[in-house]
T-cell receptor, first 113, second 112 residues
């Protein structure tokens, strides 16, 4: 497909489990972003990649959150020892360049029980 | 601290009338603004953008107005259609940063 894809679409984890969320950006898009969207809120920035370089991770809420994009295309957001407050929709977006509009994937809804 | 605010969580408009969605921001460094539309269980979809060198940008039924002195932007949809019913987010960024800051969204319902 031509759009941003994310997997899984839904994930239920027990508190303390580790999870890995995948993002496939649009081919050729240099910039990739991860956002966290809590219920009733707008997306909140987590981290940004330009190609394989993670240039900004200021939005990651704790050191339990880790993101990588080793080959400059697919990215993985990993959350270790999940907590209930991690329950949210995790959105991935990509853009051709930093200053261009971002194209979002459908998101992964994470529920921590 | 919310740098982009959408103070109306919901809006209902009759089909064919104008929908006006509002957004305020606090950071004077913001110079690029976007509107996104979101349907349930989907990611936000880019709708229209405006840079701070303009005060208006139009694309079909959608027009975005920017008032830099008031730090306010609005999205006008005319005429409104039932398919426009969705949550609308405004977002802002500055050319010195790499983050987009989103508002909390306004849920628009267009009544047939």
């Amino acid at each position: 497909g031509a759009g941003v894809s994310q997997s899984p679409r839904y994930k239920v984890a027990k508190r303390g489990q580790d999870v890995a969320l995948r993002c496939d950006p649009i081919s050729g898009h240099v910039s990739l972003f991860w956002y966290q969207q809590a219920l009733g809120q707008g997306p909140e920035f987590l981290t940004y990649f330009q190609n394989e370089a993670q240039l900004d991770k200021s939005g990651l809420p704790s050191d339990r959150f880790f993101a990588e994009r080793p080959e400059g295309s697919v990215s993985t957001l990993k959350i270790q020892r999940t907590q209930q407050e991690d329950s949210a929709v995790y959105l991935c977006a990509s853009s051709f360049q930093l200053s261009y509009e971002q194209y979002f994937g459908p998101g992964t809804r994470l529920t921590v029980t | 601290d919310q740098q982009v605010k959408q103070n109306s969580p919901s809006l209902s408009v009759q089909e064919g009338r104008i929908s006006i969605l509002n957004c305020d921001y606090t950071n004077s460094m913001f110079d690029y603004f976007l509107w996104y539309k979101k349907y349930p269980a989907e990611g936000p979809t880019f709708l229209i953008s405006i840079s701070s060198i303009k005060d208006k940008n139009e694309d079909g039924r959608f027009t975005v107005f920017l008032n830099k002195s008031a730090k306010h932007l609005s999205l006008h949809i005319v005429p409104s259609q039932p398919g426009d019913s969705a949550v609308y987010f405004c977002a802002a960024s500055s050319n010195t940063g790499n983050q987009f800051y989103f508002g909390t969204g306004t849920s628009l319902t267009v009544i047939p």
